[in-house]
């Protein structure tokens, strides 16, 4: 049963460390999404690749957030430095074209 | 513009009594449709998708869906609700280009009363 993976699935930090999340997809997917999940914002797309490259990451902060994909097997998401605002649920998806996409079990972050 | 309007914040059901979400949609070309669920603590599980065809589609966990163009709707339906139903859906629309980006409503959550 093919899944999406995350690590780590909780993690707990300082202000102003770095916060790096990993992402497997699931194989054979080209697609990769990242959201991070709120009580007040609910779900929000903070960035997505195809074939590795990214196509649009308009939903992150860009001063602190970036996201990359090394290899096909493996996407992140780091935060530097981390503020308490960014304490949340981190959703890694993969998909192939629209056929829909599915979900890691998603990281929770907490800064203090 | 694209969106997906789920009009019911807050839903809660008796068990064994039927259900019915709703969910509308605003979206420029042809709609894929989907229904997702995500239980306490848990990432979101497809339930089912709409792409074409029969506009009645069954999904996973005894759910099903009806796409009504004229309605601009999307429905997600359960003739008994199980108390286990009790989790967070998310209606969500995209076409048929390949990045597979998907625009979410603010999600329903359903509560199951025993």
């Known amino acids: 049963d093919a899944r999406v993976t995350q690590t780590p699935r909780h993690k707990v930090t300082e202000m102003g460390q770095e916060v790096t999340m990993r992402c497997q997809p699931i194989?054979?997917?080209?697609?990769v999404f990242w959201y991070r999940q709120t009580m007040m914002q609910g779900l929000e797309l903070l960035a997505y690749?195809?074939?590795?490259?990214?196509?649009?990451d308009s939903g992150m902060p860009k001063d602190r957030f970036s996201a990359e994909m090394p290899d096909a097997t493996l996407a992140t998401l780091k935060i530097q430095p981390s503020e308490p605002r960014d304490s949340a649920v981190y959703f890694c998806?993969?998909?192939?074209?629209?056929?829909?996409?599915?979900f890691g079990p998603g990281t929770r972050l907490t800064v203090t | 513009a694209q969106s997906v309007t789920q009009p019911d914040i807050h839903i809660t059901v008796s068990e064994g009594a039927s259900l019915e979400l709703r969910c509308n949609y605003s979206y420029g070309a042809t709609p894929y449709l989907f229904w997702y669920v995500q239980s306490p603590g848990q990432g979101l599980q497809l339930l089912l998708k709409y792409f074409s065809g029969d506009t009645l589609v069954q999904g996973i966990k005894g759910f099903e869906a009806e796409f009504k163009r004229s309605q601009s709707s999307f429905n997600l339906r359960k003739p008994s609700v199980h108390w286990s139903d009790a989790a967070e859906y998310f209606c969500a629309v995209g076409g048929s280009g390949n990045t597979g980006k998907l625009i979410f409503g603010q999600g329903t959550t359903l509560q199951v009363k025993p």
């Open positions: 998806a993969s998909g192939s074209g629209p056929l829909g996409q599915y």
């Open positions: 194989l054979g997917h080209n697609t």
């Open positions: 690749f195809r074939n590795r490259a990214p196509l649009d």
